[in-house]
């Protein structure tokens, strides 16, 4: 690859314009000199100019293609313009961008090429609903058990990543219908290590991206792509050492 940058914030956004332009702003307080793009996914208010108008570069999909497909087009943006540290934030305030600095730090230790911010690491500790509650600690259990690695937050997306493990996440491999447990799990197969560390998450909006998906159908979907990634065998499609 050509010359490399050092950071970049990856925000995924659907109509997120009441919200959007204080979480860049944050950022941008907490990361000074940071290419900061917004991933819209095909958003139909204000989010888009919001977005501009605050000082992030913008890449529009033009349809709601879905959190995992937005995710994956700023990894594959991060990839192509050759970034070193890329992190990750929700574009509807829940997480709370002054931990950034925190996860790219850590990223910088060279110790982990994965970084995740964990709700539940914090004090005081994230509250939410029982079922909600019931859920995560399941798919925190069957994470941690399946990469031998305690987990305490798959569904975080406060994440951060070091350039070595992009090749992966923007393979075909990637689980783009919902990237959660999964990825967790794919990306200690590959050979990569992790770590996760305290940050601070509010309850997220209506809006939200992770929420008003069908429970039921959720649970399916990511236990078979868990199921998939335990069987499958990546070989060296890690991408180490490009």
Request: a positive charge; hydrophobic letters at 40%.
């Amino acid at each position: 690859m050509g010359t490399h940058k050092q950071t970049i914030v990856i925000i995924p956004a659907f109509n997120e314009e009441n919200a959007i332009g204080n979480v860049i702003s944050k950022t941008k307080n907490t990361l000074e000199n940071t290419d900061i793009v917004v991933v819209d996914d095909g958003s139909s208010d204000n989010t888009v100019n919001v977005a501009r108008e605050n000082g992030a570069g913008v890449l529009s999909l033009g349809i709601n293609a879905g959190y995992g497909v937005a995710l994956q087009t700023g990894y594959k943006y991060a990839y192509e313009n050759g970034y070193d540290y890329i992190l990750q934030i929700d574009g509807d305030g829940q997480h709370e961008p002054r931990f950034l600095k925190n996860i790219l730090d850590e990223l910088k230790t060279g110790k982990n090429e994965v970084v995740i911010g964990s709700r539940y690491l914090s004090v005081p500790r994230y509250g939410s609903g029982l079922l909600r509650k019931i859920g995560m600690r399941f798919f925190a259990f069957l994470a941690s058990v399946s990469v031998r690695h305690k987990i305490t937050d798959p569904t975080s997306g406060f994440v951060g990543f070091r350039r070595e493990v992009l090749p992966i996440l923007i393979s075909d491999y990637f689980p783009v219908d919902y990237p959660d447990a999964d990825v967790i799990i794919m990306l200690k197969r590959c050979g990569f290590s992790l770590k996760e560390i305290p940050v601070v998450m509010y309850p997220g909006s209506a809006k939200s991206m992770h929420r008003g998906i069908r429970p039921v159908y959720y649970i399916f979907k990511m236990l078979l792509s868990i199921l998939v990634t335990l069987l499958r065998d990546y070989g060296k499609k890690s991408g180490r050492g490009l």
